[in-house]
């Protein structure tokens, strides 16, 4: 049997283990992308705390306000002082720094920062609040039923609540009326500076076909994930909550997986049709998650790119059918040094950059009520729009190091006086339905400048 057969099989056998993990119960669901047909589903309409899985949802409201050029992907967006009070994860700007929309959009979906995710709904709508305003809008548009947004990150609230149907619908939102965007959810790693950012995704690199989307984590929601695959020209799109750590998490979906890609979409029910359940509120998951003897993290994925081994870059084993051949009891119990036999992620991280991009003399997107200042100097732009995956140089483990300090150069420049420029009036907020104010009818004022800019701060466990 071909090596790639035997990975398939077993993968979907493993499956069968993962009933004696307590996260079994929690909510899990397999569409097919196309039809909408759904493959498997385990309280799939149970209200859930999405955890950062609801940042697929700020990114769908912001690409709806690109479309209405309501603003562009090249706006600057000021970070403030409320961005920057969030809980980590976070990049750990100061109060003042200036991120374009694109740039902003892709440290969103791999590094998972909540104060970039309040950074691009300030500078989208004026607030928090009128943000989730619009949320709650294409929750409601998209058939969301179970679905209420307070905040653009996820992090946790009691009323800030979905479900696997209504993240599956999401999901698939995105990938059909945004198709441009499709390589924003399969970023393995982006480049800031020295600084390398690996993806939360452990899918991504390890399970072949793997292209997307998001993961997400609190203690009271557990870990969660919203994932596709393709294979043989389909698509699926999965979704876990609950899962007791990211190693579980990643090792269910690839089983889910398996097991959809050999379902037939014939006589399916629709996910639209899966039955209400009703106002039930979702459980909270912290003593299971996060209680007394429990070490669970966002740290625990497997997804930090791996370039090299003690088998070398040839080794047969090196197959997720090695992976997956030893007989475990529990998912949870997988050695570290394990992980090292599973198929190894080899990404060349996107470049992505802080400050406006060069020649860019428009508008700049704000809180309402920020007051202006003098303007950020541009940054030379190398971000690419869509990254390349398992091409060219891998990423080491070890170059994933501290993103607490800028380098020696970078830090002399931020010290450099900024010499003043004119620019256009921060962009307004403007609700649903709203028409874009026109170039001439805004005035030039002083744009913001930063005050010295952390690169981004050391990784912590939070909402990712």
Known sequence: MPAFARSRCAIAGFILSLSSIAASAAPSLVI?????????????????FPASLTKLMTVYVALQAVRERRITLDTPMVVSMRAARMAPSKMGFNPGTEVTLDNALKMLMVKSPNDVAVTIAEGVS???????????????????????????????????????????????????????????????????????????????????????????????AGFNVVATATHGGRKLLAVIMGAPNAKARSIKAMGLFEAGFNSAVWSRPQVTSLPYQGAVAAPN??????????????????????????????????SAASFFAETRSEVIQVPAADLLRGPRPSFVPVDVFVGRAPGYNGPVAMARGTPPAAPAEPQTRTAARKPVIGAGAPVAASAVGSLGKPSRAAAKEAEKPKAAAKTKEPIKASGKGQKPAKPADRK?????????????????????
Request: hydrophobic share 40%; aromatic share 4%.
């Open 32 to 48: 097919d992308v196309e039809t909408g047909a759904v493959l498997h589903q385990e309280d799939a309409t149970r209200p859930w």
């Open 126 to 220: 004026g607030s928090v609040e009128d943000f989730a305003a619009e949320m709650n809008g294409v929750a409601a548009r998209l058939g969301m039923r179970d679905s209420h947004f307070v905040n653009p990150n996820g992090l946790h609230d009691a009323n800030h609540v979905s479900s696997a149907r209504d993240m599956a619908l999401l999901g698939v939102a995105l990938l059909r009326d945004f198709p441009e965007e499709r390589e924003l959810y399969g970023i393995g790693a982006l480049r800031l500076g020295t600084a390398i950012i690996p993806t939360h995704n452990g899918l991504l690199g390890r399970y072949p076909g793997a292209d997307g989307m998001k993961t997400g984590f609190t203690c009271p």
């Open 285 to 318: 998951m912290r003593p299971e998650i996060c209680g007394k003897g429990r070490a669970a993290g966002a740290d625990e994925d497997f997804a930090i790119p791996i370039a090299t081994s003690a088998r070398g870059p040839a080794s047969h084993e090196d």
């Open 444 to 464: 030039q004022v002083n744009a913001p400048a930063p005050e010295k800019t952390r690169v981004a701060a050391k990784p912590k466990t939070g909402a990712n």
